[in-house]
């Protein structure tokens, strides 16, 4: 494994730890307005990357034509959506879990809906980076991961401070905001072992990395950002995201 592709798979996960270690400098909750450009911020990162770094390299990959993007994309909702179904969880502003009936803990649920957001980001790093073998540049792969990275760091923030809130301490609320990240590198290297068996389905894999950000977003993360007041801030904080993760993978690609 070279410096780069290690770099890679690890930053997303540094980004989460930076962002949970903030419950040691922060007394109370992340206030409702940041946490609104926080959550839209992290939106437009991903759909930026959805669309810029694996949707159009997947067309240029199948020689311009749109089944395997189509295809992969629809495989990545599906198996978000399975696992969603499947999975208890409970998202930081529902008062409810989704999923089966347990007698999990809310903290323990609350970090799985994390963890169920985090897999496709993963993906979508192993994915881009196995697509610098048959195309894409390591550059522009790095761009994607340090784009996750940065999205990723009020994402744990915004994971470890509401557990705090909920009554864990300080360590054990950095600790589950950070092991919420662990499963990144793990989706990473899964994909990249799939693509190195599969190599002509890669722009499928690359599409399918795409749907399954882009659920996480429809489901999750606009909800979430379109409850109670300023909602124009989450506006906002979509936009800069989208542009600065166009804006890296244009000029790094």
Known sequence: ????????????????????????????????????????????????ASVWSLLLPSAEMAGGSVVPSAVGFLAGVGFLLLIDELTPHLHLSAGKAEGPRSRLSRTAMLALAVTIHNLPEGMAVGVVFAGA????????????????????????????????????????????????????????????????????????LLAFAAGAMMYVVVEELIPETAQGRHTNLSTIGFAVGFVLMMVMDVVLG
């Open 133 to 204: 073998e048959q195309g894409l540049t390591t550059t522009a792969a790095l761009a994607v991961a340090i784009g996750i990275a940065i999205q990723n760091i009020p994402e744990g923030a915004i994971i470890s401070m509401p557990m705090h809130a909920e009554g864990n301490s300080r360590w054990r609320s950095f600790l589950i905001g950070s092991l919420s990240g662990v499963v990144e590198p793990l989706g990473s290297v899964a994909i990249l072992l799939l693509a190195s068996v599969l190599g002509v389905a890669l722009p499928y």
């Open 1 to 48: 494994m070279n410096s780069a592709l290690l770099i890679g798979i690890l930053l997303p996960l540094a980004g989460t730890m930076l962002g949970s270690a903030f419950v040691f400098f922060m007394k109370r909750d992340i206030p409702d307005r940041l946490q609104k450009t926080l959550l839209g911020f992290a939106s437009g990162v991903m759909v930026a």
